[in-house]
């Protein structure tokens, strides 16, 4: 069996023989590979026109066309989604759509997304998806449950049962319970001496069956990783724990007996977990690069959420705070001190409907991506972000596309004025508004700004444009390191 390993761009525009080519598919091969990807929801097909050729996003307008006219070829196919994606023996590696350089093979970059998705996904407590659609186009994500057996692997070590043991004149704890009752002692101006005394500790069992089996299954599942030429991206190194198979443990149905019984008794919370990953492995009996119409998959189709968690962590965003932690050069001012015990997203106004005798607050208001508040000396200023997932184009002699639409503006103004009263109670001077964009080149580019007049004529601050090197922002995101808000110049 051949594999196919290709690299693809989110949002790019790819015709049929564009993929019938890139994943080496016949006629009917392709049909297959586009009509499951499209039931997955990472695959959409747009009218073919020339617009659509330069486009960089998928608008709200680009009607997604149904299956029966997207197999006449007449349309464009957009991937939706980042990350990495396995149909039978085709790895498909989907890489962001703002690295617009020529490189065919971003696999630097790729690397770096896999880690962020990976921290992303902690971040947000997902748990693991076994599998993947519903129904009909149900199937076993066994990519995800490998990357989670060897991450595991990775951060809490082998599977291993222990054992207590008793010895004399060991090394371990001492039992003086028992070396008083049973041991025989020398007395000596009153004061008992024994000669031996009765330690235990605690020892791993080399030979258990379920640290065996543990070891087993990491082993195939990073060949499998390795036979799929993910090893590298996942950056993770070869596993050869064992030479025993699966078939030295038993039948499949002996194996899987044994682990319910081990969970029965098993109370730790990280080893049932486990257990059940090695069970659901074990019982699907699928490897990763079996020719079928399933599909596994790590990564998102909401890429523009894990971009705003960035932009959120790496520039301090301080919506969440309580008033009282915020850290001004001044003390929360005497009308906000009723609301001490709120956060920054608490204090924006909730609309109010009125009736015929009945007021109501919506349950629902504005919110921004996120805001920091930066202290220099005796100086508080405030900058409204929104993290904008958007390849914009602002250049002279083009065309503007790729930008925020008229909402997403008229909103960021709003956003001021939803915090015009704490600005105004906190002496703050300097308020500053911006648009967070990624791209591929390696410093922050000030692409401009956008503004309403109307909204402008309000003293509300236009709204400024940075580009921002993704890389930078990952490298930052990845240690836990706040940015320096000055270098956007804002």
Same mark, same amino acid.
């Given at each position: 069996?051949?594999?196919?390993?290709?690299?693809?761009? /989110? *949002?790019?525009?790819?015709?049929? +023989?564009?993929?019938?080519?890139?994943?080496? #598919?016949?006629?009917?091969? &392709?049909?297959? !590979?586009?009509?499951?990807?499209?039931?997955?929801?990472?695959?959409?097909?747009?009218?073919?026109?020339?617009?659509?050729?330069?486009?960089?996003?998928?608008?709200?307008?680009?009607?997604?066309?149904?299956?029966?006219?997207?197999?006449?070829?007449?349309?464009?196919?957009?991937?939706?989604?980042?990350?990495?994606?396995?149909?039978?023996?085709?790895?498909?590696?989907?890489?962001?759509?703002?690295?617009?350089?020529?490189?065919?093979?971003?696999?630097?970059?790729?690397?770096?997304?896999?880690?962020?998705?990976?921290?992303?996904?902690?971040?947000? /407590? *997902?748990?693991?998806?076994?599998? +993947?659609?519903?129904?009909?186009?149900?199937? #076993?994500?066994?990519?995800? &449950?490998?990357? !989670?057996?060897?991450?595991?692997?990775?951060?809490?070590?082998?599977?291993?049962?222990?054992?207590?043991?008793?010895?004399?004149?060991?090394?371990?704890?001492?039992?003086?319970?028992?070396?008083?009752?049973?041991?025989?002692?020398?007395?000596?101006?009153?004061?008992?001496?024994?000669?031996?005394?009765?330690?235990?500790?605690?020892?791993?069992?080399?030979?258990?069956?379920?640290?065996?089996?543990?070891?087993?299954?990491?082993?195939?599942?990073?060949?499998?990783?390795?036979?799929?030429?993910?090893?590298?991206?996942?950056?993770?190194?070869?596993? /050869?724990?064992?030479?025993?198979?699966?078939?030295?443990?038993?039948?499949?149905?002996?194996?899987?007996?044994?682990?319910?019984?081990?969970?029965?008794?098993?109370?730790?919370?990280?080893?049932?977990?486990?257990?059940?990953?090695?069970?659901?492995?074990?019982?699907?009996?699928?490897?990763?690069?079996?020719?079928?119409?399933?599909?596994?998959?790590?990564?998102?189709?909401?890429?523009?959420?894990?971009?705003?968690?960035?932009?959120?962590?790496?520039?301090?965003?301080?919506?969440?705070?309580?008033?009282?932690?915020?850290?001004?050069?001044?003390?929360?001012?005497?009308?906000?001190?009723?609301?001490?015990?709120?956060?920054?997203?608490?204090?924006?106004?909730?609309?109010?409907?009125?009736?015929?005798?009945?007021?109501?607050?919506?349950?629902?208001?504005?919110?921004?991506?996120?805001?920091?508040?930066?202290?220099?000396?005796?100086?508080?200023?405030?900058?409204?972000?929104?993290?904008?997932?958007?390849?914009?184009?602002?250049?002279?002699?083009?065309?503007?596309?790729?930008?925020?639409?008229?909402?997403?503006?008229?909103?960021?103004?709003?956003?001021?004025?939803?915090?015009?009263?704490?600005?105004?109670?906190?002496?703050?001077?300097?308020?500053?508004?911006?648009?967070?964009?990624?791209?591929?080149?390696?410093?922050?580019?000030?692409?401009?700004?956008?503004?309403?007049?109307?909204?402008?004529?309000?003293?509300?601050?236009?709204?400024?444009?940075?580009?921002?090197?993704?890389?930078?922002?990952?490298?930052?995101?990845?240690?836990?390191?706040?940015?320096?808000?000055?270098?956007?110049?804002?």
């Amino acid at each position: 069996m051949k594999i196919v390993s290709s690299f693809i761009r /989110e *949002q790019k525009r790819y015709t049929k +023989n564009d993929l019938k080519s890139i994943f080496r #598919y016949d006629e009917a091969g &392709v049909e297959k !590979f586009i009509k499951s990807l499209k039931s997955y929801g990472v695959l959409k097909s747009v009218k073919n026109k020339i617009d659509q050729l330069e486009m960089s996003d998928l608008m709200d307008d680009d009607i997604e066309i149904k299956d029966e006219t997207a197999e006449s070829g007449d349309c464009f196919y957009v991937f939706t989604y980042v990350g990495i994606l396995t149909y039978g023996s085709r790895i498909i590696k989907v890489y962001p759509k703002y690295l617009l350089s020529k490189k065919d093979e971003p696999l630097t970059e790729m690397k770096q997304v896999v880690k962020v998705l990976e921290k992303y996904s902690h971040s947000k /407590e *997902q748990i693991i998806n076994v599998f +993947n659609g519903v129904d009909e186009n149900r199937s #076993y994500n066994i990519l995800a &449950v490998i990357l !989670f057996l060897l991450n595991d692997y990775y951060e809490n070590n082998i599977y291993t049962n222990s054992e207590d043991i008793i010895e004399i004149n060991g090394d371990g704890e001492i039992l003086w319970g028992k070396t008083i009752d049973e041991s025989f002692a020398l007395i000596e101006e009153n004061r008992p001496y024994y000669m031996e005394l009765y330690t235990e500790k605690t020892v791993d069992d080399d030979m258990d069956y379920f640290k065996r089996l543990h070891e087993c299954v990491l082993t195939e599942c990073s060949k499998q990783l390795h036979d799929a030429q993910l090893d590298t991206i996942f950056d993770m190194d070869t596993l /050869e724990l064992t030479e025993e198979t699966l078939l030295d443990f038993g039948d499949k149905d002996y194996i899987l007996e044994r682990i319910h019984k081990e969970l029965n008794i098993q109370f730790n919370t990280r080893r049932q977990i486990l257990l059940k990953t090695i069970y659901t492995y074990i019982s699907q009996d699928r490897k990763m690069l079996e020719e079928s119409n399933g599909i596994s998959m790590y990564g998102t189709t909401a890429y523009h959420a894990v971009w705003e968690e960035v932009c959120s962590e790496v520039f301090d965003n301080k919506l969440n705070i309580k008033l009282s932690k915020l850290k001004m050069s001044v003390p929360l001012a005497e009308k906000f001190q009723d609301r001490k015990n709120k956060s920054l997203i608490d204090i924006i106004e909730k609309p109010i409907w009125e009736g015929n005798d009945i007021i109501e607050e919506a349950g629902d208001t504005l919110i921004p991506d996120l805001i920091s508040i930066l202290q220099i000396g005796a100086e508080d200023k405030f900058f409204i972000f929104d993290a904008k997932y958007y390849n914009i184009q602002l250049e002279k002699g083009k065309s503007l596309r790729g930008n925020p639409g008229v909402g997403d503006v008229t909103k960021q103004y709003l956003y001021q004025l939803a915090y015009k009263d704490f600005i105004k109670a906190h002496n703050i001077d300097v308020v500053k508004n911006c648009f967070l964009m990624p791209t591929d080149k390696d410093e922050i580019i000030k692409k401009g700004t956008v503004k309403i007049p109307m909204l402008e004529a309000l003293g509300l601050e236009n709204i400024q444009i940075r580009q921002i090197p993704a890389k930078m922002l990952y490298d930052c995101y990845l240690v836990q390191r706040k940015i320096d808000i000055a270098l956007l110049e804002l």
